[in-house]
């Protein structure tokens, strides 16, 4: 199925490298069955998408806002500075990357969450650029979200083509050095594919997850219905919790029947738990080594001692202490990302942050009497790896008066 | 050409995948002529190479060891805790990712200041397991800057397969979570393979690249060792000057002939030199958008207000300023990272740093308080993503006494 998957990916990405926008309007009308007049959504039509979205939306989209902003303006990353020997001075600044590009996917709920997750850091980073991708007919608040901010452009463009238009660059859509956002199967194998090819992106995707450690202090109500918003995401995401005793897991799995009676995405619930698991652990110790294996991209310490036992957590994307810290707090507006590495990618991969959006760049000033000192050292490692006009760009410096 | 490389280290991956250890013993033989007895080198064998190295390379490798400390040391990112609204607070930390993979190329040229650049910030960033792979056969450098730090463990195993062992993990070769470090092109290859299926990798790989801006406060025979220590490297190295008169340029090129007699490598540096540019231009404020435009590797400022145009640089990887800084004091000692990314890439990749060792891991922790305050706007948000399990897991720990 995967090698399908990217059989199709593939020749939708040589469309487009061939084509340009020629073939993202063939392929807009072969998959979607239309074609927008025009690909780009004009600022005056992400306004008016406003008149669509109800007061108390935009009120809880501007909580959440200000709650990401307040998080992500604190992590912009500092410079640093250092002299390393006298008359070496060595430092490091960040530079937002120029161009971003975002794909919002389509479908029934209208994700416009993931707008803000990031669109808010790639506004605190500087971003000069930012393209956005989201199928025709986006919903108003997807658009809403995106009228929030001035430095976007919208294209009403989905599928792999998108990810292929961002990274190719086509006539209309700019190319972009970067590409962030989820996305369905074929999405995601051509982001994939071009992150094969150096394309920058945020992160590889997997399929949503959520533990949670209990212990004798967890409400088994507040587990289950943690357990049941992991596993209304779609039927393969995983739930799992780590208890300490049998009787928190036989209460929690009835206070998920409970529960699931009254939930409208029930169905899709049923088969996510079906893949889930209930371990008795013998002490945290065991469920925090078990935790840290796993690296779940959500992990809730439902536990007396959340904070002792988060500064033991090193794999997790995002982490939430106690009794009263929901994972859906953090999905939306506690002011955390919720675009976040999954099980496999935890251990060698970040959440989104402001960092994301920007790169390093490093900086050396030597003075004359800095370079007599290190002229020794180079030129020895030079000539050790046989690289003469590396020592020669040393030595010509100190042979001029 | 590209399509031959891609799919001989597809194959080598494939063949790797399936065989694990006895894949690679059929592919060392296959392509490098001979199996070692064990993969591993012990640590023995490393210790002993440095009675092959001399006391001044020693010395040097000291002092490179120690600049890079310094710098690196103070590239630690910090943790981040804030409280973005009352009730929550949101927080940030790094842990460095468990397991390493660095390869290290054979060849003429002993590259063991590559292993200083990679060793170094792994040790500071705390990586739990450190691999590395260099072909059978390494020169004695590489071995002893390797026996330099306790917590790695040397395979002689080099090209694709190394890569795919690290990847996939063999029987004796640990998987690994990222994977560092330069070759060619069939040990590139394999590792964007690696990269289009999530594996973490240090940066796209490309030819290494020079550009130098030169004003009149210039010296013709620094810019010509500069470019000309650029050009050695590799017959497809790139090396620009941009200088803002004509006579500048027209002494650097009667400099460079003259300093390339001199030089061992120099038919390299003439295939190199023959796909260069000089360009004269108008004034700096040309100069730094080109150069911003290119977004080289190394970017020599041979400018008289150095720090000032170094302010306005927002695309390179490592940039050298002044008179007296040549590009090869940062290739080994100053402190800097020579592992950096190439012109198409640094829009959005940054060199190694130390944080390239690390991940980030988020938390939030929120009082009852705080979620009565944020209960409101999690479930608008959640409601409007049709998403009412998510709704759920607030409402239900509101309704508890």
Not at 179 to 190: D, E, L, M
Not at 346 to 375: C, H, P, V, Y
């Amino acid at each position: 199925m995967q090698g399908v998957v990217d059989s199709i990916a593939a020749k939708i990405i040589d469309r487009v490298r061939g084509g340009g926008d020629r073939a993202l309007r063939e392929i807009s009308l072969e998959l979607d069955g239309r074609v927008p007049d025009h690909f780009e959504i004009s600022s005056e039509a992400l306004m008016l998408s406003g008149g669509q979205v109800s007061g108390a939306l935009k009120e809880a989209i501007a909580v959440a806002i200000s709650n990401i902003r307040v998080f992500h303006g604190a992590q912009v990353p500092g410079p640093v500075s250092v002299e390393t020997q006298p008359g070496i001075r060595c430092s490091l600044r960040y530079e937002p990357i120029p161009r971003i590009g975002l794909y919002i996917p389509g479908g029934t709920a209208p994700l416009f969450s993931t707008v803000l997750m990031t669109m808010v850091p790639a506004t605190i980073a500087g971003c000069r650029e930012i393209v956005a991708c989201t199928p025709p007919g986006a919903p108003p608040e997807i658009l809403y979200a995106f009228s929030l901010f001035p430095n976007v452009r919208v294209f009403a463009i989905g599928g792999a083509q998108a990810v292929a238009a961002m990274a190719l660059g086509t006539e209309t859509v700019p190319k972009v050095d970067k590409i962030f956002g989820p996305g369905n199967a074929y999405v995601t194998s051509a982001k994939m594919q071009m992150a094969g090819r150096g394309v920058a992106i945020d992160m590889p995707a997997g399929p949503s997850e959520v533990m949670v450690i209990a212990d004798h202090s967890s409400k088994p109500a507040f587990i289950a219905a943690d357990l049941l918003s992991q596993a209304e995401h779609g039927h393969d995401s995983q739930v799992i919790v780590l208890a300490t005793s049998m009787v928190i897991i036989n209460e929690t799995l009835a206070e998920i029947e409970r529960q699931l009676e009254q939930l409208p995405r029930r169905d899709t619930a049923r088969l996510a738990l079906a893949n889930s698991l209930a371990i008795c652990v013998r002490d945290m110790d065991q469920a925090v080594e078990i935790s840290n294996f796993y690296g779940p991209e959500h992990l809730i310490l439902s536990v007396e001692d959340a904070r002792g036992v988060a500064g033991r957590i090193n794999n997790a994307g995002s982490v939430f202490l106690g009794h009263f810290t929901p994972e859906s707090a953090g999905d939306y507006a506690s002011g955390t990302n919720h675009t976040l590495p999954t099980g496999g990618f935890t251990s060698a991969w970040s959440g989104i942050t402001t960092g994301a959006f920007m790169k390093s760049i490093t900086f050396q000033e030597i003075t004359r009497e800095g370079l007599e000192r290190l002229a020794p050292t180079v030129v020895e490692m030079a000539r050790a790896e046989q690289l003469e006009a590396h020592a020669n760009a040393v030595l010509i410096r100190l042979m001029t008066e």
